[in-house]
């Protein structure tokens, strides 16, 4: 039988990418967004593919999702956590509660919400366990300019993964994190025409192919339960990450 993976944020990006990528290696798929149409394209009809519209943010429709997606396969054996969003560069001074209450929410309590249904159907279901991916940032270690909702969010996902892993072990649930740097995608295109670096200057970032995350996360996934990738750094080469600042 197939193996068995829900993606949130499938309606494009790393989520679309990795979610085709896995569908080409014989995974069943479940993709999880709140714009139907935009998964719709993901899926591209694949008859492998579940389309599961609904806010991350809301248990209630999220719980329903994973029990759709239980009910049509009667296992899952992963979740890519990938559904998240950005805000544009500021100092903290000019940047609204608001957007960083939205952030955070998505981000942060959206994960939760995705880590903690996967965590119930892989705690019960015979047998038991299964694997979690978060989509973590190299923001995670090192920030950018103006970046701290996002920033700080994704220094909660790398809680978020070390308690589960600690959680997850006497029910054979592993939980892993990738960190991502400039993959190109729409929220990494303005890389691409100059962004603002420590010194204050704007300088055009190298970037790298989206298809290289799938890759990645799909070697993660593909792992015997017996063994983990706690923490993944996938990175255009020669970005400034390393020496950032």
């Known amino acids: 039988m197939s193996k068995t993976i829900i993606i949130t944020g499938g309606g494009g990006g790393v989520g679309r990418a990795t979610a085709q990528h896995f569908l080409a290696n014989g995974w069943q798929v479940g993709l999880i967004g709140r714009r ?11 008859k492998n593919t579940l389309i ?5 943010t809301d ?11 239980y009910e049509a396969w009667g296992r ?45 159907i892989m705690r019960y279901q015979s047998p038991q366990g299964g694997r979690i991916i978060n989509n973590g940032s190299v923001s995670a270690y090192v920030p950018r300019w103006g970046s701290a909702p996002y920033t700080a969010s994704k220094h909660a996902i790398t809680g978020l993964t070390r308690s589960i892993s600690l959680d997850g072990r006497p029910f054979n649930i592993a939980c892993g994190q990738v960190d991502i740097g400039n993959a190109l995608t729409d929220m990494a295109r303005k890389m691409t025409k100059g962004v603002p670096q420590a010194d204050g200057s704007i300088e055009v970032e190298p970037v790298m192919d989206v298809s290289n995350v799938a890759t990645s996360v799909l070697h993660m996934a593909n792992l015997p339960l017996e063994a983990n990738v706690q923490f993944m750094t996938v990175m255009a080469t020669n970005m400034p990450y390393i020496g950032r600042g």
């Open 36 to 46: 139907s149409a935009a998964l719709e394209e993901t899926a591209a009809k694949n």
């Open 52 to 56: 599961l519209p609904c806010d991350v």
């Open 59 to 69: 248990e209630t429709q999220v719980e329903s999702a994973f029990n759709t997606a």
């Open 76 to 120: 899952l054996d992963a979740v890519f956590n990938n559904a998240g969003v950005s805000l544009g560069g500021a100092p903290i001074d000019e940047l609204s509660v608001d957007d960083w209450r939205n952030l955070i929410d998505i981000n942060v309590t959206g994960s939760f919400i995705v880590a903690r249904a996967a965590f119930r």
